[in-house]
T-cell receptor
């Protein structure tokens, strides 16, 4: 079955530690995205990648970093510089990045900073 | 600026019809999406509108008026499993498929 996987489902981190969230897709999609979801707010774009070895900052990139070394993988690192990292993180992908390309979402990772 | 407004919460009765409204103000427009999201799960695609009018898909329909910056999602014959958040998202025009999301409408369906 094609789809997007994210791991782990739940993640706990001590303040001051970096943590990496995994996102893998086998849909052969070129574009991938990372969003953050907080209660009462819409999804906010952190980073996006249109093609391998290229990525761009979204609206709230500060304190985060990404890489796109393979088409299937788009890991997100939450660094200690992110002031309020506790949130639900969603990874998504789309066939391309223009026109009507609906985004398909992974199951999400809930990160809690202790 | 970019702004998408939806009601925060709605309640409805099983078997009834509910309409969830969405108004938007964006710098560009390349279509409007509706997603369904159950608590703690991934959003799933429901509908896409880029031209004015009504798109029907089973129990769900979505309407768009570009001149008014307005859309609605209509859910018929409500079922308990329709209790979820419904996200309105506008695809901004430009070089890539950027989606601007509203905060979502949490729908509770009661027996």
């Amino acid at each position: 079955d094609g789809g997007i996987t994210q791991s782990p489902k739940y993640l706990f981190r001590k303040e001051g530690q970096n943590v990496t969230l995994s996102c893998e897709q086998n849909l052969n999609h070129d574009a991938m995205y990372w969003y953050r979801q907080d209660p009462g707010q819409g999804l906010r774009l952190i980073y996006y990648s249109q093609i391998v070895n290229d990525f761009q900052k979204g609206d709230i990139a500060e304190g985060y970093s990404v890489s796109r070394e393979k088409k299937e993988s788009f890991p997100l690192t939450v660094t200690s510089a992110q002031k309020n990292p506790t949130a639900f993180y969603l990874c998504a992908s789309s066939i391309g990045f223009q026109g009507r390309n609906e985004q398909f979402f992974g199951p999400g990772t809930r990160l809690t900073v202790l | 600026g970019q702004n998408i407004d939806q009601p925060t919460e709605m309640t409805a009765t099983e078997g009834a019809i509910v309409q969830i409204n969405c108004t938007y103000q964006t710098s560009g427009f390349n279509g409007l999406f509706w997603y369904q999201q159950h608590a703690g799960e991934a959003p799933t695609f429901l509908s896409y509108n880029v031209l004015d009018g009504l798109e029907e898909k089973g129990r769900f329909s979505s309407f768009l008026s570009r001149s008014k910056g307005y859309s609605y999602l209509l859910l018929k014959e409500l079922q308990m499993k329709d209790s979820a958040s419904y996200l309105c998202a506008v695809s901004d025009s430009g070089g890539y498929n950027k989606l601007i999301f509203g905060a979502g409408t949490r729908l509770a369906v009661h027996p």
